[in-house]
């Protein structure tokens, strides 16, 4: 297998003669079609607003970055192939705006308050993009403290209630009572017992991405096999190593998945606290747009959360995939 | 070949009971005297359940007698010590470290790893798996792992080291090969080594000396002397004689309880 690589690798020709694969063509194509749509066919007669350039725009840009894509692939093998394999999805995906333009603007098939077309939606962005960021920037914030006290809180009481009997006696019934109430429902008394808004939602963010860490690094902790600990001390470990170089790290799958548990949970949280009150998050952007009744803006929030907690989980998966990097092969999940 | 001055070990009646899930308590040793002399290779056998385990284990320090005690050089044995290093038949190497990290552990957690460095790669290549730093243990095959749990014991220059059926989950010729290897080390850091196994032949290939131990009540039944120059063969005559009278010894030892034992 190996000689085999090498030798085509060592072929100039093979490398650089051009390969084509019509179907990284496909997202330009269904991009091209949904243009041609919204270019030709005119508005339905009850859309009486101006029109709008942006889907316009926004398909000429797609067309050109899949069109760039496509030609490089006739050169990289590697790219080609990635690209062929997300060609399908990409231009359904596209086909689906397609439809959606179709189905609003061109058709008025939804009521246009709620369903706003795709060229409304791109609009918020370019007229309220720098607000929307900033409202971002306010929910990352709670998001990251939130989020960072709760890991590391859920890390402490882990490791001690896995590793320690008597801290598994006190503490264990605790969690247990406590930790199923979902961190929403302490809304009211959150509220109550702190001095801001921000700090009680803090509180509630981390208590939800507690929760699962403690439980799950507990167990993780309480089931690494006895030999481990044997071995490491017939080689000289003492009560704090056997927990942070043997326990913690054998526990770390294990913890990986609480991690991602409370991930979940802190979005839900995140949400839910800033539609109650803390102001100028992403999610009190979108509640306070629907209390004016602009659909566009609040999808526009909507797709920008989406963006984010995908990037954010994306990011936890490969800080795991680092971590755990001697796993491969053995556990995939 | 080097002797060691260290490693002297000493059994003074030494009982150790377990109580079973149903209440029953069963006596695992019982009024056992040993003794094992510095850069000695011992080799317990004897049928399941026989207590050569329990035997390891008080050694190593992972649990304590309920009579009696082991001493090392004259200091007792209360608590396991990179002193007395302990490789088992499943290697249990760590699998987040690489093999170079899973020989320096010791090293580490004693916090000396930075003046003794030199000797991790001089371990690894001592037992072979040079070119392996960076792997990990998922990746290498049951020698090698093993190999690498023989190098993670060694790297402490511990006084004693202790082998619970090290190659008992090895294929026969992978087997082989490691008690050369074995022997081999052993001769040149001249370590006391107490092993446990299962394998007749293993036992008389390595040893210096046999104890054969038989179950309930668990005890040393009989002390061999292996007469047999270094290196040994197999086939020899006089191998052949001690493998018999082993065996005419275990199938005595496991007749009178009735004990399915292994070979």
């Given at each position: 297998?190996?000689?085999?690589?090498?030798?085509?690798?060592?072929?100039?020709?093979?490398?650089?003669?051009?390969?084509?694969?019509?179907?990284?063509?496909?997202?330009?194509?269904?991009?091209?079609?949904?243009?041609?749509?919204?270019?030709?066919?005119?508005?339905?007669?009850?859309?009486?607003?101006?029109?709008?350039?942006?889907?316009?725009?926004?398909?000429?840009?797609?067309?050109?970055?899949?069109?760039?894509?496509?030609?490089?692939?006739?050169?990289?093998?590697?790219?080609?192939?990635?690209?062929?394999?997300?060609?399908?999805?990409?231009?359904?995906?596209?086909?689906?705006?397609?439809?959606?333009?179709?189905?609003?603007?061109?058709?008025?098939?939804?009521?246009?308050?709620?369903?706003?077309?795709?060229?409304?939606?791109?609009?918020?962005?370019?007229?309220?993009?720098?607000?929307?960021?900033?409202?971002?920037?306010?929910?990352?914030?709670?998001?990251?403290?939130?989020?960072?006290?709760?890991?590391?809180?859920?890390?402490?009481?882990?490791?001690?209630?896995?590793?320690?009997?008597?801290?598994?006696?006190?503490?264990?019934?605790?969690?247990?009572?406590?930790?199923?109430?979902?961190?929403?429902?302490?809304?009211?008394?959150?509220?109550?017992?702190?001095?801001?808004?921000?700090?009680?939602?803090?509180?509630?963010?981390?208590?939800?991405?507690?929760?699962?860490?403690?439980?799950?690094?507990?167990?993780?902790?309480?089931?690494?096999?006895?030999?481990?600990?044997?071995?490491?001390?017939?080689?000289?470990?003492?009560?704090?190593?056997?927990?942070?170089?043997?326990?913690?790290?054998?526990?770390?799958?294990?913890?990986?998945?609480?991690?991602?548990?409370?991930?979940?949970?802190s979005f839900i949280t995140l949400m839910t606290a800033e539609m109650m009150g803390v102001k100028f998050g992403v999610g009190w952007y979108i509640n306070w747009q629907k209390d004016m009744l602009s659909y566009a803006n609040v999808y526009a929030g909507l797709?920008?959360?989406?963006?984010?907690?995908?990037?954010?989980?994306?990011?936890?998966?490969?800080?795991?995939?680092?971590?755990?990097?001697?796993?491969?092969?053995?556990?995939?999940? | 070949?080097?002797?060691?001055?260290?490693?002297?070990?000493?059994?003074?009646?030494?009982?150790?009971?377990?109580?079973?899930p149903d209440g029953q308590t069963v006596v695992a040793l019982s009024n056992v005297n040993a003794e094992i002399k510095p850069g000695e290779f011992i080799s317990l056998i004897g049928p399941s359940g026989c207590g050569k385990s329990t035997f390891l284990r008080?050694?190593?320090?992972?649990?304590?007698?309920?009579?009696?005690?082991?001493?090392?050089?004259g200091v007792k044995i209360t608590d396991a010590s990179y002193e007395r290093g302990l490789v088992f038949q499943d290697p249990t190497l760590f699998p987040w470290l690489t093999i170079y990290d899973n020989v320096a552990f010791g090293l580490k957690v004693r916090?000396?790893?930075?003046?003794?460095?030199?000797?991790?790669?001089?371990?690894?290549?001592?037992?072979?798996?040079?070119?392996?730093?960076?792997?990990?243990?998922?990746?290498?095959?049951?020698?090698?792992?093993?190999?690498?749990?023989?190098?993670?014991?060694?790297?402490?220059?511990?006084?004693?080291?202790?082998?619970?059926?090290?190659?008992?989950?090895?294929?026969?010729?992978?087997?082989?090969?490691?008690?050369?290897?074995?022997?081999?080390?052993?001769?040149?850091?001249?370590?006391?080594?107490?092993?446990?196994?299962?394998?007749?032949?293993?036992?008389?290939?390595?040893?210096?000396?046999?104890?054969?131990?038989?179950?309930?009540?668990?005890?040393?039944?009989?002390?061999?002397?292996?007469?047999?120059?270094?290196?040994?063969?197999?086939?020899?005559?006089?191998?052949?004689?001690?493998?018999?009278?082993?065996?005419?010894?275990?199938?005595?030892?496991?007749?009178?309880?009735?004990?399915?034992?292994?070979?």
């Amino acid at each position: 297998m190996e000689k085999i690589a090498v030798q085509s690798e060592l072929n100039p020709e093979h490398k650089k003669k051009p390969v084509f694969d019509v179907r990284t063509l496909l997202p330009a194509l269904s991009a091209l079609l949904a243009l041609l749509i919204n270019v030709l066919v005119p508005n339905s007669p009850k859309y009486v607003q101006k029109p709008l350039p942006y889907f316009t725009i926004a398909l000429i840009a797609i067309i050109g970055i899949t069109l760039v894509f496509a030609v490089l692939s006739l050169f990289f093998e590697n790219l080609r192939k990635r690209v062929a394999f997300k060609s399908w999805f990409i231009a359904a995906f596209i086909l689906l705006l397609n439809i959606l333009n179709i189905a609003t603007i061109k058709l008025m098939l939804l009521q246009p308050i709620y369903f706003p077309n795709p060229d409304k939606i791109l609009k918020v962005y370019v007229d309220d993009g720098a607000f929307i960021l900033k409202c971002l920037g306010y929910s990352l914030r709670l998001l990251f403290t939130g989020f960072f006290i709760g890991a590391l809180a859920g890390l402490t009481t882990g490791i001690l209630v896995g590793w320690s009997r008597k801290w598994s006696y006190w503490v264990n019934p605790l969690i247990k009572i406590i930790g199923p109430i979902p961190a929403t429902a302490w809304v009211p008394i959150a509220l109550v017992t702190f001095p801001t808004t921000f700090t009680a939602s803090t509180f509630l963010i981390a208590l939800a991405v507690w929760f699962p860490t403690t439980v799950l690094t507990s167990s993780g902790i309480s089931n690494v096999q006895n030999s481990y600990f044997e071995v490491s001390s017939t080689l000289g470990a003492k009560a704090l190593h056997k927990i942070f170089k043997v326990a913690l790290p054998a526990s770390m799958p294990m913890i990986f998945i609480g991690l991602f548990n409370g991930t979940g949970a802190s979005f839900i949280t995140l949400m839910t606290a800033e539609m109650m009150g803390v102001k100028f998050g992403v999610g009190w952007y979108i509640n306070w747009q629907k209390d004016m009744l602009s659909y566009a803006n609040v999808y526009a929030g909507l797709i920008v959360i989406a963006v984010t907690f995908s990037l954010l989980i994306t990011l936890l998966f490969r800080v795991r995939d680092k971590v755990l990097v001697w796993q491969k092969g053995v556990i995939k999940w | 070949m080097v002797k060691s001055e260290t490693g002297y070990i000493r059994a003074e009646n030494l009982r150790k009971e377990f109580v079973q899930p149903d209440g029953q308590t069963v006596v695992a040793l019982s009024n056992v005297n040993a003794e094992i002399k510095p850069g000695e290779f011992i080799s317990l056998i004897g049928p399941s359940g026989c207590g050569k385990s329990t035997f390891l284990r008080l050694l190593a320090g992972l649990t304590t007698p309920d009579e009696g005690a082991f001493t090392l050089d004259g200091v007792k044995i209360t608590d396991a010590s990179y002193e007395r290093g302990l490789v088992f038949q499943d290697p249990t190497l760590f699998p987040w470290l690489t093999i170079y990290d899973n020989v320096a552990f010791g090293l580490k957690v004693r916090s000396i790893y930075h003046e003794k460095k030199k000797d991790v790669l001089d371990f690894i290549r001592l037992v072979g798996l040079q070119g392996f730093e960076k792997a990990y243990p998922h990746q290498l095959s049951g020698g090698m792992a093993q190999r690498a749990a023989l190098a993670r014991a060694l790297v402490n220059h511990p006084k004693v080291l202790l082998l619970d059926e090290p190659f008992g989950a090895l294929d026969a010729f992978t087997r082989m090969n490691m008690q050369d290897e074995l022997i081999k080390i052993w001769q040149e850091r001249g370590t006391t080594t107490v092993m446990v196994t299962h394998d007749v032949d293993e036992a008389i290939y390595l040893s210096d000396r046999i104890f054969v131990m038989s179950p309930r009540p668990a005890r040393i039944e009989n002390i061999l002397e292996v007469e047999i120059g270094r290196p040994r063969e197999r086939d020899l005559p006089e191998f052949l004689r001690l493998r018999a009278k082993i065996l005419q010894i275990l199938d005595f030892a496991g007749k009178r309880e009735d004990i399915q034992y292994y070979l």
